[in-house]
């Protein structure tokens, strides 16, 4: 099943169960294996279909669960906390770097104002 007819499915399935599909509704039900770009399209695309159109579409019990995915597929949790402790510390450094960047903008600010008020003396 391709990924549009996987979003396709998913938002049959939401609307089945008498809420509107949005983004948000379908991510939960198929996960974060689907791009972004790809669910915004499905997404159009079920809204666009007229109602009539939906029992063509495949239904979600056919899109295989996460727990049908191969162990050695998904991540390690030893791995997952490494790769959140290294993008703390990335986060970190970069706000380490945001905050003297504004430290310096302000200093060439108040050269800059020293300069000028010199000028208009």
Known sequence: MSPIEQVLAAAKS????GHTPSLALIKSRLGNSIPMPTLIQGL???K???KSEWQHLPELTDIPSIADVPSHD???L?????Q???LQQHIAQLTQRVTELEHQAQNNMAQSN????????
């Open 14 to 17: 939401i609307a089945n169960n």
């Open 44 to 46: 159009q695309q079920f």
């Open 48 to 50: 666009a279909l007229p």
């Open 74 to 76: 998904q991540p390690d």
């Open 78 to 82: 030893a791995q997952v906390i490494q």
């Open 84 to 86: 959140v402790i290294t």
């Open 114 to 121: 020293i300069i000028n008020n010199k000028a208009d003396q």
